[in-house]
């Protein structure tokens, strides 16, 4: 091989490694395999980035409670973190987002550069599941904040506005995280959330599944269903975890895409090209 050719070969090598490897984690019900046009997508615009997915809680797994989910993922992760000490990148989508944010809330040394979230109830979820009766809908706080209810996915992140009181008592997953009821833990969670460089969060009003939708964005209802944006939220307002300082920081992205139903944000082409792939370099 000539010197020329020799020095555009180590160019090229080098600008291929210089992407961060990805880590895919799927929602509720999901599979790895859930991540494979991600996949295709990064490996043909970017060549030569690592692409990883969290193998755990795979379809009726992901009914178990949150931090049990937390608990499963936490040794993959981990063991790619280390894997690769220049930093790494999460794509997490629907519940899994969620998981991510336990994952990287209690994790005191992890090293995510990007955080993508893609349609997850950053905020909680009030209703969803296509059909769903209304008077289910008002009633179902009475199974979910109760030490039963607690003990499977939904009632870890659902928030009644109308029985705030119940889902600060009861809610042992988001309620915690998002520092909704006291948590010991909050400042241990504040300080390793804000390890994260930045923070992508992903949704769409024709999303179809959560409820309210802005809840991707971390906006949610008030006490008469109206939603209230993240601004107007008192975990923002008062710093809790560490959002509004991300916001202040220019380390917050909001995206707003009209037109895209749940099960496709991982599926359609046009937003893993034009959303996903400008912020994993």
Known sequence: MGKTRMLWFLFFVGFCAAYKPVVFIHGFNGTPEDGNLIKDIIQKMHPGTLYYTANAFNRTDTVKPLWEEVAIVKPQLVKYMEAHPDGIHLICYSQGGLVCRGLLSTIPDHNVDTLIAVSSPMAGIYGGFKGLPECIRRNLYRLLYSKMGQRNFLGNYWKDPHHLELYENFSDFLAP??????????????????RIKRMVLIGGPNDGLIRPWQSS??????????????????????????????????RLFMYNIKGIVHKQWVRNPDVIKGVFMKWLN
């Open 177 to 194: 995280l998002n520092n909704d009821s006291i948590s010991p833990h909050i400042t241990e969670f504040k300080h390793n959330f804000l």
């Open 217 to 250: 964005l971390f906006g949610f209802y008030d006490e008469n269903e109206i939603v209230q944006d993240m601004k107007k939220q008192q975990y923002f307002i008062k710093d809790s975890f560490g959002l509004r300082t991300m916001y202040e920081q220019n």
